[in-house]
């Protein structure tokens, strides 16, 4: 599950996470899930997913850089913040 995925994975000790697209999402076709191998931390909010998307099926690559978890002293959840850079190798 992504909060339990979050706890354990959301620090600045794994700096970097994966960038998948989710083409066969039934609710969102651009679908963008961030993870750690195969550990899912959650998605893109969707309007960066579509403009992440149609990048990525041209073959672009990109990561998630870890910047922050979010926590809230009123709520169970929690999040995680990230800036997605374009892999250029």
């Known amino acids: 599950d992504c909060q ?3 706890k354990l994975l959301g620090n600045p000790g794994i700096n970097e996470f994966d960038v998948n697209r989710e083409p066969e999402n039934l ?3 651009n679908a963008i ?3 750690f191998g195969k550990y899912k931390l ?3 909010p969707r309007h960066l997913a579509k403009e992440v998307s149609p990048l990525m099926q041209e ?3 990109f990561a998630a850089v870890f910047v922050s ?3 809230s002293p009123f709520h169970e959840n929690i999040g995680m ?3 997605i ?3 250029t190798q």
């Open 4 to 6: 339990r995925n979050i």
């Open 27 to 29: 609710k969102d076709p």
């Open 33 to 35: 899930w961030i993870g």
């Open 42 to 44: 959650g998605y893109l």
């Open 59 to 61: 073959g672009k690559n």
């Open 69 to 71: 978890v979010n926590r």
């Open 81 to 83: 913040t990230i800036r």
């Open 85 to 87: 850079t374009e892999i």
